[in-house]
């Protein structure tokens, strides 16, 4: 076992923490939010350009090769500075489908482009019924000669605003429940047919409800073998969870580090806050829960990087726990800045969203921790 | 001991049900027809303003009728008042009040015509409330107050037409002797209200500058330098008032009723062990939560005073509203996020999400609950 980073991943840190401390302040960040496409153009360029997108790419098509460590190591630098560009949604959902279960067709036209920083995608999977559960799907998928015709509704579907492709998951045969019958499809954005209604979101980014209306898509825009779409989704979103666990570690950090901050410079009672035992206990509480996390994001990221039998279990047990801590150290970063927390003005805020969000993602963790108790 | 109502008490009971069938308006009408509502409840004998003794209106309710009337109301879910005013400035007035400042204010308060604002938080002064730095000096005649300092927190300054307020007349001797409790009009020329904008996007507090406002003597209450002892008096009611406990009760309802609507597998939320224990914690809490209301109420009909022991509901309310604006949040799941103009998935993500952000702020205002433990340890465990 060797827990240190290589040289590689050393510069990959750098050079993320280095953009996100020159470009990355708080204000820049509400800009782009605010900004009508949601994110910059000229950062997703500045992506390519650095390798970030090519990252978990294959080498055989334009990528660098790097593992699920690598990723984790991208995504917690990015949680620190709470970066809005859709990074989560065209690499790792988008691409990593494409990925796991793309043919070499799927892959070359694709791939390539995301890592050149030429395509984005993203991964249109939830369903307004049952939006904590990938297996529920009504949207159907119909063959009609050579052609699929997807009908239904997909929610909360993130940055499909800016998806040049998206990943429709559609129920081939079977029940709304049932795990057999999935299937998923690779769509073109423009394809007639979809319609978009899009909206920001809480923490800051992009999302869309999504209407299919006789959409018609060749029989090579299938993803995968057909009606075996769920087990790719698991292996999909058991990638979205490492992802965002590690994102949530990095906001984790800032969030425990300024409240150190924060209480050392706070004077109250002719002593900074920081001089209090119970402010100090507290801040050792969620430096624990930061560690924990972030020690399970680590092993259940190598286990999954193997393949190891128990990697499942260990994924479930990092999102029911990162949803845990994040929730402990984001709510007490809050509660110690006092009413300053609480205003949009300062970043605890801005982490704070989007640590709620991110336990809301991909299921809360109330549903991870049921299924890691069976 | 007795858990059992009295007969009296039942028929009490009756009667603040039949008055809200009877009264409350339904639907909008709740926010057109609020102030026919607070009539009616004027004329039932004071029930507008419950807490307030016989002597200025109030209904004299004894403490089981004060739960049974709070239950009811709370049930119902009945227009709330602004506490400003009849929860915190008036019981002050009551005390300490000239008979000139009851006469002018208290019927204001009463009939909701006139809104009160608290200035009480600073910039450097939020726990450590004593620390407050906004200057009031005397004229040489010794008829105004000139006033200069900033205010911070101030909820609802932007509506207020009044702003009851915490100022400093002397740096001598301990931080808490030389404050002053002043009654300031919020549209002279040297008050500038700035919002703050929240978690959540919503505006409630502000910044209130103050700029060489002029407060005649007549607006001071009770004696120059006494103002703290004044209004720590209040800061019992205001905690009392803010564990919320019987809104808690209905919002516990809500959140299951919200779970059942959520499905997961073959059932909905609810049936789920990690989310149903959580219910049922809070459910445990808030039952014990009430009866000690209830004691409280008890101890202070037999002349006790709520003191310290109101920040046992302070601190515990508040902190079951958050764990209830959790359970909504955790329903809402994913639909947590969209936050446009239009809401998506079920009808009540949008405002689960807005409940949890805005409510961070309960264990923050009216004493931090790290603050209220102290106030418990030090006041009521004697641990100095």
Excluded at chain 1, 82 to 105: H, K, N, Q, R, Y
Excluded at chain 2, 48 to 75: A, C, H, S
Excluded at chain 2, 76 to 100: K, R, W
Excluded at chain 2, 276 to 283: N, Q
């Amino acid at each position: 076992m060797d827990l240190a980073y290589t040289t590689e991943q050393n510069m990959l840190e750098e050079s993320i923490s280095k953009f996100v401390s020159s470009e990355y302040d708080l204000d820049s960040r509400k800009q782009l939010a605010n900004s009508e496409l949601g994110y910059s153009d000229e950062h997703w360029q500045t992506f390519a350009s650095l390798g970030w997108l090519a990252l978990p790419i294959e080498e055989a098509y334009g990528g660098i090769g790097g593992d699920l460590v690598d990723t984790m190591i991208l995504f917690e630098s990015l949680g620190k500075g709470l970066v809005v560009e859709p990074i989560l949604s065209t690499l790792v959902l988008f691409g990593g489908a494409l990925s796991i279960a793309g043919t070499e067709d799927q892959k070359q036209a694709l791939l390539p482009g995301i890592a050149d920083g030429s395509v984005k995608g993203a991964l249109a999977y939830l369903e307004a019924e049952a939006p904590s559960d990938f297996n529920a799907v009504t949207t159907s998928a119909v063959r009609e000669g050579d052609a699929y015709v997807l009908n239904g509704h997909k929610s909360v579907v993130f940055n499909a605003a800016s998806a040049d492709h998206l990943i429709v998951s559609a129920r081939t045969e079977g029940d709304v429940r049932d795990l057999a019958g999935i299937s998923l499809f690779i769509v073109p954005s423009d394809t007639p047919g979809i319609t978009r209604k899009d909206y920001p979101t809480v923490d800051g980014l992009r999302a869309s409800e999504i209407a299919l209306e006789s959409v018609s898509v060749p029989l090579s825009a299938l993803l995968g073998q057909p009606h075996e779409g769920a087990s790719i989704l698991n292996q999909v979103i058991n990638r979205g969870i490492l992802a965002v666990s590690a994102e949530a570690v990095g906001a984790m950090e800032v969030l425990y580090k300024s409240t150190i901050d924060y209480t050392k410079q706070r004077e109250q009672f002719d002593h900074p806050l920081a001089d209090f035992q119970v402010v100090k206990h507290r801040l050792t509480e969620m430096f624990i829960e930061y560690n924990l996390a972030k020690s399970l994001c680590m092993k259940a990221t190598m286990l999954l990087n193997q393949g190891t039998a128990d990697a499942q279990r260990h994924v479930h047990a990092l999102k029911f726990l990162v949803g845990k801590s994040s929730r402990f150290v984001g709510q007490n970063a809050v509660q110690l800045h006092g009413g300053m927390g609480m205003t949009e003005d300062l970043a605890i805020a801005h982490y704070f969203k989007r640590l709620m969000i991110i336990d809301a993602l991909f299921g809360n963790a109330n549903i991870h921790l049921e299924a890691f108790t069976g | 001991m007795d858990i059992a109502f009295s007969e009296e008490d039942l028929a009490f009971q009756q009667r603040v049900r039949t008055f809200i069938d009877q009264n409350l308006p339904t639907g909008m009408a709740l926010w057109t027809k609020r102030g026919e509502w607070f009539k009616a409840l004027a004329n039932e004998g004071g029930w507008d303003v419950p807490k307030w003794p016989k002597e200025f209106g109030g209904p004299d309710f004894t403490p089981t009728q004060r739960y049974i009337f709070d239950l009811e109301m709370g049930k119902q879910s009945t227009p709330p008042q602004l506490p400003f005013g009849v929860g915190m400035l008036a019981p002050i007035l009551m005390n300490y009040g000239s008979e000139d400042q009851r006469d002018r204010f208290l019927p204001g308060i009463r009939d909701g015509s006139v809104n009160w604002c608290q200035g009480y938080s600073e910039p450097g002064a939020g726990s450590d409330l004593a620390n407050l730095k906004t200057r009031a000096e005397l004229s040489d005649d010794g008829s105004h107050y000139l006033v200069n300092g900033q205010k911070i927190w101030t909820t609802l300054a932007h509506i207020a037409h009044w702003m009851f307020c915490l100022t400093r007349t002397s740096s001598e001797g301990a931080k808490q002797e030389g404050i002053t409790f002043l009654l300031i009009p919020m549209d002279d020329p040297g008050v500038e209200v700035r919002p703050i904008i929240t978690l959540g996007g919503s505006h409630s507090v502000n910044e209130v500058y103050l700029t060489d406002v002029k407060v005649p003597v007549e607006n001071r209450v009770g004696e120059e330098g006494k103002g703290w002892t004044y209004a720590k008096g209040l800061l019992a009611h205001e905690r009392s008032g803010l564990a919320g406990i019987q809104s808690s009760v209905m919002g516990l309802e809500k959140a299951k009723a919200n779970a059942r609507k959520v499905k997961v597998g073959q059932g909905n939320l609810l049936d789920l062990a990690s989310f149903k224990h959580k219910v049922g914690i809070l459910e445990a809490e808030l039952l014990a939560l009430e009866f000690t209301e209830m004691r409280t109420l008890a101890r202070v009909a037999s002349g006790g005073d709520p003191g310290p022991e109101s920040s046992i509901l302070k601190l515990k309310g508040t902190e079951i509203q958050q764990r209830i604006t959790e359970l909504n949040l955790e329903a809402a799941g994913i639909f947590a996020a969209p936050w446009g103009a239009e809401a998506f998935g079920p009808d009540f993500a949008h405002g689960a999400t807005q409940s949890y952000l805005g409510g961070r702020a309960t264990t923050i205002y009216g004493g931090a609950s790290e603050v209220q433990k102290d106030v418990i340890a030090k006041n009521v465990l004697g641990l100095s």
